[in-house]
């Protein structure tokens, strides 16, 4: 069993920026592919970011450039740094790992999800 706790939501202007902090439970954070999704009022729930448990990683088309995934196997910490935020990043952030050494875009493809951060971004 892991347990995930986001922190770092907030309100935020537009072109702002936040960091978000993912803490995870468990010795073998390390080996885990972690990632984070993002879910708007009435929208479905979608991928945002992955990082592999071998380093790599993989950004949705809308935030590349302006989001980067990181992690702290030391810390057990996943963070995402959201940089040049606009109205339509808002939303509930979650981070998810997965045992897989591989990263998806699926919900499915997670094991342990967080509780969500709420980031809001006004225009």
């Known amino acids: 069993q892991v347990q995930l706790v986001e922190s770092g939501g907030g309100l935020v202007q537009a072109g702002g920026s936040l960091r978000l902090s993912c803490a995870a439970s468990g010795r073998t954070f390390s080996s885990y592919t972690v990632a984070w999704f993002r879910q708007a009022p009435g929208k479905e729930r979608e991928f945002v970011a992955a990082?592999?448990?071998?380093?790599?990683?993989y950004y949705a088309d809308s935030v590349k450039g302006r989001f980067t995934i990181s992690r702290d196997n030391a810390k057990t910490t996943v963070y995402l740094q959201m940089n040049s935020l606009k109205p339509e990043d808002t939303a509930v952030y979650y981070c998810?790992?997965?045992?897989?050494?591989?990263?998806?875009?699926?919900?499915?493809?997670?094991?342990?999800w967080g509780q969500g951060t709420q980031v809001t971004v006004s225009s």
């Open positions: 998810a790992v997965t045992r897989n050494p591989h990263y998806g875009t699926s919900r499915g493809w997670y094991d342990y």
């Open positions: 990082n592999s448990w071998s380093g790599s990683t």
